[in-house]
């Protein structure tokens, strides 16, 4: 079965200061993994992916995210936050062994306090 | 533009109505998903398609139903028989079901009811 947590439903940041917002995943087989972003009233916007290779992958608008496969996460990261970055992020993963669906994770709200 | 249209926007049913989303994509993509929001749940499936003419329940499909009669079109009725239908609705679509591309997500429908 594949399922995705995000254990924390609030995440506050002063803005400058480095953000995380966390994602562990569960699947049978390896993971295609993605982040998304969500704002009030809107639908998801594609932030980044890990498909194979390197396991740190960068995305939009300055996040990375880093693949630990012996911990099953894929946390998003950013250097320096930004109060335009306050919203709903979502983590998703797929299994590659041929599960044809998206699996998310309950969102995280990041708010940027400036 | 390439993308995914929903409407409307905004909806509101009477209690005993049967009402239908829209949901129409340009990006030539072979699977289409319906997904349920509701606060603090994060997104869960209610119905996919992955070609025309077929589809499979997904965690959530009671009281809903769809059809796949062209590629670009997956529309969602929301029948009399779902108990709480308010929540916000997204519709999604990939390029190759199996494939490791991301989703792209329309704006949304918000369905209240009256």
Known sequence: AQSVAQPEDQVNVAEGNPLTVKCTYSVSGNPYLFWYVQYPN??????????????????????????????????LKKPSALVSDSALYFCAVRDRAGANNLFFGTGTRLTVIP | DGGITQSPKYLFRKEGQNVTLSCEQNLNHDAMYWYRQDPGQGLRLIYYSQIVNDFQKGDIAEGYSVSREKKESFPLTVTSAQK?????????SIAQPDGNTEAFFGQGTRLTVV
């Not at chain 1, 980044?48 to 396991?55: E, M, R, S, W």
């Open chain 1, 42 to 75: 809107r639908g998801l916007q594609f932030l980044l992916k890990y498909i194979t290779g390197d396991n740190l992958v960068k995305g939009s608008y300055g996040f990375e995210a880093e693949f630990n496969k012996s911990q099953t996460s894929f946390h």
């Open chain 2, 84 to 92: 709480n239908p308010t929540a916000f609705y997204l519709c999604a």
